[in-house]
């Protein structure tokens, strides 16, 4: 189990060897994917069942792959590849997890799900369109005043038995904000009593 570790699950796009060679040397671990054009070379290759369509110790073949940049993840890695149903590729997967079972190996990746759907909600529901500070503490007060605004803001929204969803009620306090509900309901009834009066009137001069 990696509970004592620490684990990272990247998504494809963060592919950069010299920053996968940092992170082992921290003493941390890594599960992301591997691309296509990867110039590997196998090592060893371990018996697989099920979904596990290949579990093999590789290294990489380039140490210079390509723009002057030198590759210094120079230790065996290891690549899993996973078929997913309703998908024509498998998911082919790197890690520097050598001895950790490949079912967990796996779920760890599927857990960066999680992540994205979490910041997709973020996007969504706090509308942080940018971020006012860079620092790390900038940014997680940022985040933490806006879900904390938008949890208020549902709790009131459910005290007042509003049975409206959340953006249509919004949309309402924004635009009935700095008005006070009881006075104009005041000020609704003297203009009904006003416009029944004046049809009583009306209709007795008709007369």
């Known amino acids: ?30 599960v992301t994917r591997l691309k296509r054009n990867a110039s590997i070379r196998v090592l060893k290759s371990r018996s697989t069942e ?41 998911l082919v997967l790197v890690t520097n997890l050598m001895g950790v079972p490949v079912e967990e190996v796996a779920a760890l990746y599927k857990q960066r799900w999680a992540i994205e759907l979490w910041f997709k909600w973020v996007k969504q529901n706090l509308k942080i369109k940018k971020f ?9 007060i940022q985040i933490l005043v806006a879900l904390i605004t938008y949890l208020i803001a549902d709790l009131y929204r459910q005290l007042c038995g509003s049975r409206r969803g959340f953006y249509l009620w919004l949309a309402e306090l924004k635009s009935t904000l700095f008005q006070r ?19 009583i009137h009306q209709a007795q001069l008709a007369l």
């Open 1 to 30: 189990m990696l509970k004592s570790r620490r684990a990272l699950s990247i998504d494809k796009g963060y592919c950069d060897y010299n920053w996968w060679h940092q992170i082992d040397q921290e003493g941390a671990f890594f």
């Open 50 to 90: 099920g979904d596990i369509l290949s579990d093999e110790v590789i290294e990489f073949k380039n140490k210079w792959p390509g723009g002057g940049r030198k590759n210094n993840y120079v230790k065996p890695l290891r690549r899993i590849v996973v078929h997913r149903e309703g998908h024509v590729d498998p």
């Open 132 to 140: 006012l500070g860079q620092s790390e503490n900038a940014v997680k």
């Open 181 to 199: 509900p009881r006075l104009e309901f005041e000020v609704l009834k003297r203009r009904r009593k006003w416009k029944s009066d004046f049809q």
